[in-house]
């Protein structure tokens, strides 16, 4: 079935740091790939999302670009702040037509020291 | 345009009881999904409803049940509850198959069973 996988965390790094976390999927046909982000005691916001290989999804200095070829949705940032603390899921669902299922990875907590 | 809201957003319950989860999502759209969310398991699909009808189902018990209203507004329903149903259940809507199927999520229902 299908799955995602992301860097293991918790991943701590100082203020206006280059950030990169990993995420790697398994589906069968062209699945559409997201990342969520979860502020403590918060339900999931979307960060931003690409639903064909090669797009580029980007929105708060946050990019992520996705690779048909090597599966991967890795999200970056080139300067973090102390306020992109928070756990980041990335997640893929099926095309159009398919199950509105989102598919998880388990999640990377990320903590900006000032 | 509103979010997705949930409600109760605190619920503590004991075991053998039962409790019904609110969830309206946003105007105009007619998907609902439904996931529980745990630190051992991460997220887990529930199930997925459109147009009053389940159409996908998650690996959970017939104890977990839900559905969806004329206006979009779904619930969901535990009965005989278990201390492992202690979680945060997350809604979240879209605008349905064959159309945008990104998922925007409400802030979350946190269940305790005592």
């Known amino acids: 079935g299908d799955s995602v996988t992301q860097m293991e965390g918790p991943v701590t790094l100082s203020e206006e740091a280059f950030l990169t976390i990993n995420c790697t999927y398994t589906?069968?046909?062209?699945?559409?790939l997201f990342w969520y982000v979860q502020y403590p005691g918060e339900g999931l916001q979307l960060l931003l999302k690409?639903?064909?290989?090669?797009d580029k999804g980007s929105n708060k200095g946050f990019e992520a670009t996705y690779r048909k070829e090597t599966t991967s949705f890795h999200l970056e940032k080139g300067s973090v702040q102390v306020s992109d603390s928070a756990v980041y899921f990335c997640?893929?669902?099926?095309?159009?037509?398919?199950?509105?299922?989102?598919?998880f990875g388990q999640g990377t907590r990320l903590t900006i020291n000032p | 345009k509103a979010g997705v809201t949930q409600t109760p957003r605190y619920l503590i319950k004991t075991r053998g009881q039962q409790v019904t989860l609110s969830c309206s999502p946003i105007?105009?759209?007619?998907?609902v999904s439904w996931y529980q969310q745990t630190p051992g398991q991460g997220l887990q699909f529930l199930f997925e409803?459109?147009?009053?009808?389940?159409?996908n189902k998650g690996n959970f018990p017939g104890r977990f049940s839900g559905r969806q209203f004329s206006n979009s507004r779904s619930e969901m329903n535990v009965s005989t509850l278990e201390l492992g149903d202690s979680a945060l259940y997350l809604c979240?809507?879209?605008?349905?198959?064959?159309?945008?199927?990104?998922?925007?999520f409400g802030p979350g229902t946190r269940l305790l069973v005592l």
């Open positions: 997640a893929l669902t099926r095309g159009y037509q398919g199950a509105q299922k989102l598919v």
């Open positions: 105007s105009g759209h007619r998907s």
């Open positions: 409803y459109f147009s009053e009808t389940q159409r």
């Open positions: 690409a639903t064909k290989a090669d």
């Open positions: 979240a809507s879209s605008l349905g198959p064959g159309l945008e199927e990104t998922q925007y």
């Open positions: 589906a069968t046909g062209y699945p559409s």
